[in-house]
């Protein structure tokens, strides 16, 4: 009897012990793991330790705060210039301090050849005798009087006039519009009709100033008058 109720003691502290360990096995709950992460003082996990996931991995912290902190972007390939370029040069300047003024090339004027008067000339189409007297610088009365003229005679082109020779000067003013200068050219112009606008120019004058090789005049351009 006595060995029977050692048995009988042994077991009951048996199954008590085996009892108590179970319930201290159970005090935490199954839903809640171990903390990997230690908080800090603001509560969240330091930097460069582990943090679980939704999904069973563990993610880098600091990489994590990293990604939050700088959003990816995509970096171009080619940086825009800090200034929009010029899309052409600007013009120079026209008007420098100090530079010299550009001038036109100075016009160089024929001069009459010297010598006297020719001993006779025949008239063009428009010329008259006072404009001969006023070219060859003769006394208009000696020509007119030399010819058989008046101032009053009618005159053709073709018609031969004899010069006077004795020297005699035009009596009067010879130039009747200022020269030189330029002169724009009008409808049926001739280098005559316009010799004998100004006075005292020749046809030849004009011709040789503007390097002219015909007597063709086109109207609207414009000749040097020497």
């Known amino acids: ?64 705060q990293t990604s939050q902190a700088y959003p990816s972007t995509t970096i171009p390939t080619q940086v825009p210039p800090q200034y929009p370029t010029q899309s052409s040069a600007y013009p120079a300047p026209t008007n420098v301090p100090g530079a010299p003024t550009p001038t036109a090339a100075p016009v160089i004027y024929v001069e009459p050849t010297p010598g006297g008067p020719p001993s006779s000339y025949t008239l063009a189409e428009g010329e008259f005798p006072f404009c001969i007297a006023r070219r060859f610088d003769v006394n208009q009365n000696e020509l007119l009087e030399l010819n058989g003229l008046t101032a009053d005679s009618f005159v053709f082109a073709g018609q031969e006039l004899k010069i006077p020779q004795t020297g005699n000067p035009f009596d009067g003013t010879r130039t009747l519009h200022e020269h030189p200068t330029s002169y724009k050219i009008l409808e049926g112009d001739t280098l005559n009709t316009i010799a004998c606008y100004f006075g005292d120019v020749s046809p030849d004058m004009i011709a040789l100033q503007n390097g002219l090789t015909t007597t063709d005049l086109p109207p609207g351009e414009v000749l040097i008058i020497p």
């Open 1 to 64: 009897m006595k060995h029977k109720h050692s048995s009988r003691t042994f077991l009951i502290i048996l199954l008590t012990g085996i009892l108590v360990f179970g319930l201290m096995s159970c005090k935490l709950p199954a839903s809640k793991g171990p903390e990997a992460a230690n908080a800090t003082s603001e509560g969240f996990p330091v930097p460069g330790e582990t943090q679980p996931t939704t999904g069973g991995g563990s993610v880098n912290t600091s990489a994590t």
